[in-house]
């Protein structure tokens, strides 16, 4: 059976690990044209080698990494199928304590940078495209030792209504994720910020039993996706994926 993303002209921004590399390499085994892009080269070469395929470019957000990403999709193709956007940058620290710089850089990697991307690649985009930009349910439901990057999130979700404020003709939209593991999220979290986050989130009740599968949500998001290149007439402002466990209980936590 013909796969939806067979053919297609995509990029993957963010695709050097976590939820970005499993829907680059899913879209490159469906048959897509697929520009994998991120700051880690090495990483992204290591995704088309396990995918069998893809075009590897160095993408910073912080600085002119969206010309890169277009010029390499135009060397092939005219217009862009799918951006799909899952970089972003979290810094784990109490509202009090995070620093002018972590706040710049959440903010210009996350909404700043996002934006940068979407309105270099507006050129190549066209009402039968999709862009889809991965946020967080800590954009809507704040979570300890997150607020610059749910702010961040938040302004990213405002902004991504304001293209289509400003362009209604494109299909642009939010994908909204709850807990999902394995990824590289909290790699670089230092020890006692992460006992000191985990701790909050259990005494307010935002500890989940169970969380959901980087497998299973990278599977729904490209489905997903293959939906909506084949329905151009229908769009879908806001994904959201939650796990579909309940609230641990004190014992789950112990376990």
């Not at 892009?37 to 995918?51: F, G, I, N, S």
């Not at 490209?222 to 007439?233: D, H, I, Q, S």
Request: with cysteine.
């Amino acid at each position: 059976m013909t796969s939806a993303l067979d053919g297609r002209s995509v990029a993957v921004v963010g695709a050097s690990s976590g939820i970005g590399r499993g829907v680059a390499m899913r879209a490159i085994r469906s048959g897509a044209d697929v520009v994998v892009a991120a700051r880690r080269v090495d990483r992204l070469e290591e995704t088309v080698r396990d995918a069998g395929g893809g075009r590897v470019v160095r993408c910073d957000l912080l600085a002119d990494g969206a010309d890169a990403v277009v010029e390499e999709v135009r060397r092939s193709s005219s217009r862009l199928d799918v951006l799909f956007v899952s970089a972003g940058s979290a810094p784990l620290r109490r509202l009090v304590a995070t620093s002018a710089e972590e706040w710049r850089h959440a903010l210009e990697t996350n909404v700043i940078g996002i934006n940068r991307l979407i309105a270099a690649a507006l050129g190549l985009l066209d009402e039968r495209s999709v862009v889809a930009v991965v946020s967080s349910e800590a954009a809507v439901a704040p979570r300890s030792h997150l607020g610059a990057y749910g702010a961040s999130k938040a302004a990213l979700e405002h902004s991504i209504e304001q293209w289509r404020e400003e362009h209604p003709w494109l299909r642009v939209m939010t994908i909204s994720l709850g807990a999902t593991v394995p990824t590289e999220f909290g790699n670089q979290f230092e020890a006692e910020e992460t006992m000191e986050a985990l701790t909050a989130w259990a005494n307010a009740g935002h500890h989940q039993s169970a969380f959901m599968n980087t497998d299973e949500v990278c599977d729904v998001i490209v489905g997903a996706l293959g939906l909506l290149l084949v329905a151009p007439t229908v769009a879908v402002p806001r994904l959201c994926l939650r796990s579909r466990s309940p609230a641990a209980t004190d014992a789950d936590a112990s376990e």
